[in-house]
T-cell receptor
Framework: EPEVTQTPSHQVTQMGQEVILRCVPI?????FYWYRQILGQKVEFLVS????????KSEIFDDQFSVERPDGSNFTLKIRSTKLEDSAMYFC?????????FGSGTRLTVV | AQKVTQAQTEISVVEKEDVTLDCVYE???????LFWYKQPPSGELVFLIR??????QNEISGRYSWNFQKSTSSFNFTITASQVVDSAVYFC????????????FGTGTRLQVFP
């Protein structure tokens, strides 16, 4: 069964550093998403991406966040200057016909 | 605005008990999709079911069953004869067709099944 692949599975970074979280969505899917889950809390929508542009973003997705699909296969989330409160699990998902497939997540720890 | 409410924060049962996890949703749309996901301690999100708003038939899959009632905007999930391996956080989620199709998750219900 096709999978969404996320790398790395765990990343530790110092406050103020830039991080890039990587995702390879399912190849024939057209809609892509990033979600965030702070430890012990619910899964929160960050951004949706369709046709090579952002289609919607939440209030969490401020100027320090950006997404891109640089090569037609990878889908990346960049956090420019990480803060302690960015520590969370980040999930990538792709969707086709309301079938959502989530990656296993990247646990980001900001120290 | 769309919203998903899972009022039960945590449920504890003993193995072999039946347990129902509640989910109530709000939406302005007439076409929408409802989902249940399981998040075991390992952290991944495991898809359990998708149901569209036009299909109110209840569904059974092994020990799992789902009761969708549009009249009460509920999509409840029952585990029959629970097992220790069912211990996880369960999330209900909603997607509206007119929107960017993002999933909106409830706050989750942590189920602990004791032997």
């Amino acid at each position: 069964e096709p999978e969404v692949t996320q790398t790395p599975s765990h990343q530790v970074t110092q406050m103020g550093q830039e991080v890039i979280l990587r995702c390879v969505p399912i190849s024939n899917h057209l809609y892509f998403y990033w979600y965030r889950q702070i430890l012990g809390q619910k899964v929160e929508f960050l951004v949706s991406f369709y046709n090579n542009e952002i289609s919607e973003k939440s209030e969490i997705f401020d100027d320090q966040f950006s997404v891109e699909r640089p090569d037609g296969s990878n889908f990346t989330l960049k956090i420019r200057s990480t803060k302690l409160e960015d520590s969370a699990m980040y999930f990538c998902a792709s969707m086709q016909n309301y079938g959502y497939t989530f990656g296993s997540g990247t646990r980001l720890t900001v120290v | 605005a769309q919203k998903v409410t899972q009022a039960q924060t945590e449920i504890s049962v003993v193995e072999k008990e039946d347990v129902t996890l509640d989910c109530v949703y709000e939406t302005r749309d007439t076409t929408y999709y409802l989902f249940w996901y399981k998040q075991p301690p390992s952290g991944e999100l495991v898809f359990l079911i998708r149901r569209n708003s036009f299909d109110e038939q209840n569904e059974i899959s092994g020990r799992y069953s789902w009761n969708f009632q549009k009249s009460t905007s509920s999509f409840n999930f029952t585990i029959t004869a629970s097992q220790v391996v069912d211990s996880a956080v369960y999330f209900c989620a909603l997607s509206e067709s007119y929107n960017t199709d993002k999933l909106i998750f409830g706050t989750g219900t942590r189920l602990q099944v004791f032997p």
